[in-house]
């Protein structure tokens, strides 16, 4: 005999199946999570008693370099350990900074401690302290930014404003070796190590003349006021030495070399700079007047900056400039004085850094964009 179904009720029926499978789905999921994450947990706390000094020994151990003006400490620091434990790892070590260490003495302390990733929490200037200490290591680096420009964590598309995911990173990130590139402002002084660009001149002037206090309130916007006073200025003479060999005699307004060459903003200085290629990519800035900084910025904009309106991108692994007077001089935008002479080299490969995993790049992506 056969059964003829009501159109209405047997749409009521498949609907009815459609939401009990949908249900099953999520609840089975929620169900799945929740023991995933049990286990995790349970690992994290270690088993049983008689086992949890063998499994703390045997578990990595991360460092955490904070600068104290730029977070809150105890907030990080807790947040740090509870990620950790979350990830089966040791509570991390946690050193901070003050004015008389920006970061190197504290990695090394944490080298010592045989540390197993050491994580610069704080603005480019830790970055660039912590990458000091490391380089040449096989200890890798991870990165909390949270500074102005943050400029490393921009070129290696680490996450700005999620410091979770900053921290889960650093702990599980794919390791990737870049280059570094050093500095000295006398031939005999002392050597620095910077990350993204080191300049002489004008984009140096105007590190050395942004507003802290304007800074803390705009951001990056602050140095676009800073740098408008300084538009208009002279042109100093300045004599470029390319790998020992190549010479270039010049009235120029900045000249700066670059490990990589994104700003904030998305803006792309150096658009072909390769952060792991083994060279330094150096920008020539050589405007007369306001007229020719608007072609300056066009060139900028439209990522024509190496051969564009008076500017001049060359590739060396070595540079010297030298000049009759004395000019800023900033490190990863930090101003370090003044000087005559500024000479760069490149250190290929020589700083490992956690960057985010593709999964990784995928869960922030999804956090983002909830479904």
Same mark, same amino acid.
């Given at each position: 005999?056969?059964?003829?179904?009501?159109?209405?009720?047997?749409?009521?029926?498949?609907?009815?199946?459609?939401?009990?499978?949908?249900?099953?789905?999520?609840?089975?999921?929620?169900?799945?999570?929740?023991?995933?994450?049990?286990?995790?947990?349970?690992?994290?706390?270690?088993?049983?008693?008689?086992?949890?000094?063998?499994?703390?020994?045997?578990?990595?151990?991360?460092?955490?370099?904070?600068?104290?003006?730029?977070?809150?400490?105890?907030?990080?620091?807790?947040?740090? =350990? /509870?990620?950790? *434990?979350?990830?089966?790892?040791? +509570?991390?070590? %946690?050193?901070? @900074?003050?004015?008389? $260490?920006?970061?190197?003495?504290?990695?090394?302390?944490?080298?010592?401690?045989?540390?197993?990733?050491?994580?610069?929490?704080?603005?480019?200037?830790?970055?660039?302290?912590?990458?000091?200490?490391?380089?040449?290591?096989?200890?890798?680096?991870?990165?909390?930014?949270?500074?102005?420009?943050?400029?490393?964590?921009?070129?290696?598309?680490?996450?700005?404003?999620?410091?979770?995911?900053?921290?889960?990173?650093?702990?599980?990130?794919?390791?990737?070796?870049?280059?570094?590139?050093?500095?000295?402002?006398?031939?005999?002084?002392?050597?620095?190590?910077?990350?993204?660009?080191?300049?002489?001149?004008?984009?140096?002037?105007?590190?050395?003349?942004?507003?802290?206090?304007?800074?803390?309130?705009?951001?990056?916007?602050?140095?676009? =006021? /800073?740098?408008? *006073?300084?538009?208009?200025?002279? +042109?100093?003479? %300045?004599?470029? @030495?390319?790998?020992? $060999?190549?010479?270039?005699?010049?009235?120029?307004?900045?000249?700066?070399?670059?490990?990589?060459?994104?700003?904030?903003?998305?803006?792309?200085?150096?658009?072909?700079?390769?952060?792991?290629?083994?060279?330094?990519?150096?920008?020539?800035?050589?405007?007369?007047?306001?007229?020719?900084?608007?072609?300056?910025?066009?060139?900028?904009?439209?990522?024509?900056?190496?051969?564009?309106?008076?500017?001049?991108?060359?590739?060396?692994?070595?540079?010297?400039?030298?000049?009759?007077?004395?000019?800023?001089?900033?490190?990863?935008?930090?101003?370090?004085?003044?000087?005559?002479?500024?000479?760069?080299?490149?250190?290929?490969?020589?700083?490992?850094?956690?960057?985010?995993?593709?999964?990784?790049?995928?869960?922030?992506?999804?956090?983002?964009?909830?479904?």
């Amino acid at each position: 005999m056969t059964i003829a179904l009501d159109p209405m009720m047997t749409w009521f029926v498949v609907a009815g199946i459609i939401v009990v499978l949908v249900v099953a789905f999520f609840v089975g999921h929620r169900i799945g999570t929740r023991r995933a994450l049990s286990r995790v947990r349970q690992y994290a706390r270690g088993t049983d008693s008689e086992s949890t000094e063998i499994e703390l020994s045997s578990r990595y151990r991360a460092a955490l370099v904070v600068n104290p003006t730029k977070a809150d400490v105890s907030r990080l620091s807790s947040t740090a =350990e /509870a990620i950790c *434990r979350f990830e089966g790892w040791n +509570p991390p070590l %946690v050193i901070e @900074t003050t004015p008389e $260490d920006s970061g190197e003495g504290a990695t090394s302390r944490a080298l010592d401690e045989g540390v197993d990733v050491v994580i610069a929490a704080g603005g480019d200037g830790t970055v660039r302290a912590v990458a000091s200490a490391l380089a040449g290591s096989e200890t890798p680096m991870g990165i909390v930014p949270l500074g102005t420009g943050n400029l490393l964590s921009r070129n290696l598309d680490i996450v700005l404003d999620k410091t979770e995911w900053a921290l889960r990173i650093a702990l599980w990130g794919r390791n990737r070796k870049i280059d570094v590139g050093t500095a000295k402002t006398a031939e005999d002084g002392d050597t620095h190590v910077f990350t993204v660009m080191t300049g002489l001149g004008f984009d140096a002037a105007v590190m050395a003349d942004t507003n802290s206090d304007l800074k803390s309130r705009l951001g990056w916007l602050a140095y676009v =006021e /800073a740098g408008s *006073r300084k538009l208009v200025g002279r +042109p100093s003479q %300045v004599k470029v @030495t390319f790998d020992d $060999d190549y010479r270039v005699s010049a009235r120029v307004r900045s000249v700066l070399g670059g490990n990589c060459g994104k700003l904030q903003g998305g803006i792309q200085l150096l658009p072909q700079a390769v952060i792991d290629d083994g060279m330094l990519d150096v920008l020539i800035v050589s405007p007369k007047n306001l007229g020719q900084w608007v072609g300056v910025l066009a060139s900028v904009l439209g990522r024509k900056t190496s051969k564009g309106l008076h500017t001049d991108i060359r590739k060396c692994q070595k540079v010297v400039i030298e000049s009759g007077e004395e000019l800023d001089v900033q490190l990863d935008g930090d101003p370090i004085g003044q000087s005559g002479y500024l000479a760069m080299e490149v250190m290929p490969a020589a700083l490992t850094v956690r960057v985010p995993t593709v999964e990784q790049r995928k869960q922030i992506r999804a956090e983002a964009w909830p479904i």
